[in-house]
C-alpha cells in the first residue's frame, strides 16, 4: 500500500513542525547512509530539499541509492500510543532531537511523546584488515530505550522490511520462510523466487537471499502477510500472530512485509534490541580471467560453511563490530581533524561507508580479488579511472587491499584477452559482469589509464614495500609507457576520465598525468635492477616536463595559472594530476607550479568552490580535495571549507555526488554514491 500524495504532504508538514528541533552533527548529509555495504546494501534516507526531508528518519521511506523505495520501517507503542519512528507506516512520529553520523555509523536521537528516548544506531562495519568480517554483507541496527521523564513506561517495538529489497522489478515474485539458527537467531529469510544470478534491475541484484534478523525469545513475535495487515496488527494489539504468509506473490501486490515486535515490557533504564539486514550470494563476480570467463564466490563462502552460520556470526559479532567501528571511527576524525580541521572530518566521515560500498570481496582462500562497482555513471565493473580518484582511502586505510582491486586488471590483460597496447578502461560494461573487452571497443581513454595503471602500481609497491610485484608485470607497464612516450606530450583529441565534459586535443592535466606516469615508471624501473630504462625514462620525462611548462602554463596571466588546453591562455582548470607527483614523493614537477597554482586558484572560488574548469560553473569533489591536498595551507583550507559548507547546504537528495554546481550547490548531472569520495582521503593518503 502507497499513502496519497495528499497525505503525504500533510504528514510532512506535520513532520517538520515535530522534528524542529533536532540538530545534525557534524552536518546535515543530501542523504544518510542507514545500510551502505556494497553495491547492493546500499540504503539510506533522503535529505535534501530536493525530494527529501531534511534529515529525518520519519515520514519518508528509505531508499536504495538509486531513488526506488527499499521500506524500512519502525514503530513504538508507549503505554498504549503507537508512535511512528522509521519510514512513513501512518502512526503519528516521534520528535527526532538530534542525529550524528561518523564514518562507521548514523545514530538518531528521538523524544517519543515525551515518555521514553530513543537512540537508534544504524552501523555498518569497517574492517580493512580483517577479511572475514569486511566479506560479510551485512549490517546492524541497534534500537535503545530508556525512560525520559524518569517514569517506568510500557513499551512495545516494531520493525519490518519489505519486499522491494530484493529486487529491483516489483513484478518478480518474491518468496520468504521464517525460522531461527542453532543459537537462537530468529530470521526471515527472503528472496526472488526466480533467481538470475549475475543479473540486475534498476541496480539492484536480481538473485542472493536477504537475511533479516534478531535474537529470538518468548518476548518476540513475527508476521509476514501485507503490509496493511502486519503493521495493522502491531498498531492494534501491540503484537505480532506469529503467522506465517505463504501467498507468495510479485512484490508490489499486497506488499508484502516481513515484521518483529519486541515486548519490552516496563521500561525505566535503557534497554537495547539489535538487528540485523544483510544479504548472501554464493557467486557474486563473472570475470574473464587467465583462464576464460569463470564465476567467482562471494569471499565470506570461505569462512562460513552455510549462510546460516554467517548469520549467526554476524549477530553474535556485535559487541567486537561496535569496539573496531569506533577505534576506526576515532582514527578518521584524529588523523582528519590532524589534516585538515574539522570540516575536513565533515568531508571524510560521510565518504567512508560510501566509496568502500561499492566494493565486494571476492575468490577464496588462496586468491582473493577486490571488485568495484562504477555506481551511477554507467554501472562499468573495475573501470581504471574511477578506481584512480578512489584509490586515496584505499593507501590510508590498508594499502594491500590496492593489489586487490588491481590484479583482475592486469590478470585479464596479461593473458592476452584485451588487445590493444594502452590501458583498458574497465573490465566489463556492466556489474557483476567482469566479462572483459575482447573486441578491444571499451571507452577509449588511452593515455588517461594508462598513466592511471603506472601510478597506482608503483604507488601500491611503494606502501607494501613488494618489489616482486612490479617485476611480475614490468613488461605490460613498460609497454603503457611506450604508448604514453609516443603520446603523453602532445595530446590527440580524446577524453579523459572527465570524459561528461567532452573530447579535447592537448588537455594541460592529462598531459602532465601521461608525464609523471613516465617518470613512475622510471623509477619502477630503478627498483626493479633496469636501470638503463630508468636512465631513459627519466631523460624523457624530464625533457616533457620543461616543454609542458612552456605549453601549458599561460605566463603573461595575473596571476599566471596552468591552461585547460595548451594556447588557450583564457582557460583554466584544477590541475589535480599534480597530485600523482607528490603521491609518489617523486618531486619531479618544479615546486613554482605548486605555488602558482595555490595562488591562482582563490581568484575563481564561487560559493561551494573552484569549477573544474572554465567550460561549466560546475566541480568534482574528488578532485578539489586531490588539488587541496598539494597546495598551500590557506588554499587548501579553502577547498575544504567550501566543500564542507556545501555538504550542510546542498539541495541534492541522494547519496552524495561528486559532481555539482558551485554556484548552487545542485546536481550537476546524474552522479550519485559514486565510489570516487575515496579520494576525499587525498590528504590521508600522502600521509601513509
Not at 453 to 475: C, P
Request: charged share 15%; glycine share 8%; aromatic share 12%.
Amino acid at each position: 500500500m502507497r499513502t496519497s500524495s495528499t497525505i503525504l504532504a500533510v504528514a510532512g508538514t506535520l513532520l517538520q513542525v515535530a522534528n524542529a528541533a533536532s540538530t545534525f552533527s557534524p552536518a546535515r548529509p543530501p542523504a544518510i547512509p542507514l545500510a551502505v555495504k556494497s553495491p547492493y546494501l546500499n540504503v539510506l534516507q533522503f535529505a535534501g530539499s530536493d525530494g527529501g526531508n531534511g534529515g529525518y528518519l520519519t515520514g519518508q521511506y528509505s531508499q536504495f541509492w538509486a531513488g526506488q523505495i527499499v521500506a524500512w520501517v519502525g514503530m513504538i507503542k508507549v503505554d498504549g500510543t503507537t508512535y511512528t519512528w522509521m519510514g512513513n507506516p501512518g502512526p503519528q512520529s516521534v520528535t527526532q532531537t538530534a542525529f550524528e553520523y561518523t564514518s562507521t555509523k548514523s545514530v538518531f536521537t528521538m523524544d517519543v511523546g515525551g515518555k521514553v528516548e530513543m537512540n537508534i544506531t544504524f552501523l555498518s562495519p569497517i574492517t580493512p584488515e580483517d577479511q572475514k568480517r569486511q566479506s560479510l554483507i551485512f549490517s546492524y541496527l541497534d534500537v535503545r530505550v530508556q525512560s525520559l521523564d524518569g517514569d517506568s513506561h510500557d513499551v512495545q517495538l516494531y520493525t519490518d522490511i519489505s519486499a522491494e529489497w530484493v529486487a529491483g522489478d516489483h513484478s518478480s515474485v518474491a518468496q520468504w520462510e521464517y525460522d531461527a539458527t542453532s543459537d537462537d537467531i530468529a530470521y526471515h529469510r527472503v528472496y526472488r523466487q526466480t533467481q538470475l544470478e549475475f543479473s540486475e534491475t534498476a541496480d539492484q541484484a536480481d538473485w542472493g537471499y536477504w537475511y533479516w534478523a534478531t535474537k529470538n525469545s518468548d518476548k518476540l513475535t513475527y508476521q509476514s502477510g501485507s503490509d496493511v495487515n502486519v503493521r495493522g496488527a502491531f498498531q492494534d494489539n501491540g503484537m505480532l500472530a506469529n503467522t506465517k504468509d505463504t501467498n507468495y506473490r510479485p512484490i508490489n501486490q499486497e506488499y508484502p512485509v516481513f515484521g518483529f515486535s519486541v515486548d519490552l515490557g516496563s521500561v525505566t533504564r535503557s534497554v537495547n534490541t539489535l538487528y540485523t539486514i544483510g544479504l548472501t550470494q554464493q557467486q557474486v563476480i563473472q570475470f574473464d580471467g587467465a583462464t576464460g570467463i569463470v564465476p567467482l564466490a562471494s569471499l565470506w563462502t570461505s569462512y562460513f560453511s552455510s549462510e546460516t552460520d554467517a548469520v549467526s556470526f554476524f549477530y553474535n559479532d556485535y559487541s567486537t563490530a561496535t569496539s573496531t567501528a569506533s577505534s576506526l571511527d576515532n582514527k578518521i576524525a584524529t588523523d582528519s581533524i590532524g589534516a585538515g580541521g574539522q570540516d575536513y572530518l565533515t568531508i571524510t566521515s560521510l565518504s567512508t561507508r560510501q566509496a568502500l560500498g561499492a566494493t565486494q570481496l571476492v575468490g577464496n582462500s588462496t586468491k582473493q580479488y577486490l571488485f568495484l562497482k562504477e555506481i551511477s555513471s554507467d554501472g562499468n565493473v573495475q573501470t581504471v579511472d574511477v578506481i584512480f580518484p578512489f584509490y586515496p582511502i584505499l593507501l590510508y586505510l590498508q594499502p594491500s587491499l590496492a593489489k586487490l582491486m588491481l590484479d583482475p586488471l592486469f590478470e585479464n590483460q596479461e593473458s592476452g584477452q584485451y588487445p590493444n597496447m594502452y590501458s583498458m578502461h574497465d573490465l566489463g560494461a556492466h556489474y557483476p559482469n567482469a566479462t572483459g573487452h575482447s573486441d578491444g571497443k571499451d571507452e577509449p581513454q588511452p593515455l588517461e589509464e594508462c598513466g592511471n595503471m603506472l601510478i597506482m602500481t608503483l604507488a601500491y609497491a611503494q606502501r607494501n614495500n613488494d618489489i616482486s610485484y612490479l617485476n611480475q608485470h614490468y613488461n605490460i607497464l613498460k609497454q603503457w609507457t611506450q604508448y604514453l612516450i609516443q603520446e603523453a606530450l602532445i595530446p590527440a583529441d580524446q577524453i579523459s576520465t572527465d570524459d561528461f565534459a567532452g573530447s579535447l586535443a592537448n588537455q594541460t592535466d592529462l598531459a602532465l598525468k601521461g608525464i609523471i606516469g613516465i617518470q613512475a615508471m622510471a623509477v619502477i624501473a630503478n627498483l626493479t635492477d633496469n636501470q638503463a630504462d630508468g636512465a631513459n625514462y627519466t631523460n624523457i620525462a624530464l625533457d616533457y616536463i620543461t616543454q609542458w611548462q612552456t605549453l601549458g602554463i599561460a605566463h603573461d596571466a595575473n596571476p599566471p595559472h596552468t591552461t585547460l588546453s595548451y594556447g588557450m591562455n583564457d582557460t583554466h582548470g584544477l590541475l589535480y594530476n599534480l597530485y600523482g607527483d607528490r603521491l609518489l614523493n617523486l618531486n619531479f614537477v618544479p615546486q613554482s607550479v605548486y605555488d602558482m597554482q595555490s595562488a591562482f586558484y582563490p581568484t575563481v572560488e564561487q560559493k561551494y568552490g573552484v569549477p573544474l574548469d572554465t567550460r561549466h560553473n560546475y566541480t568534482k569533489s574528488d578532485w578539489e580535495m586531490w588539488t587541496a591536498s598539494i597546495a598551500s595551507e590557506t588554499t587548501k583550507q579553502m577547498f575544504i571549507s567550501d566543500l564542507a559548507k556545501w555538504i550542510n547546504e546542498t539541495p541534492t537528495n541522494k547519496a552524495m555526488t561528486d559532481w555539482y554546481d558551485v554556484q548552487t550547490g545542485d546536481f550537476a548531472g546524474s552522479f550519485t554514491a559514486r565510489p570516487v569520495v575515496g579520494g576525499h582521503f587525498a590528504l590521508l593518503a600522502l600521509k601513509t
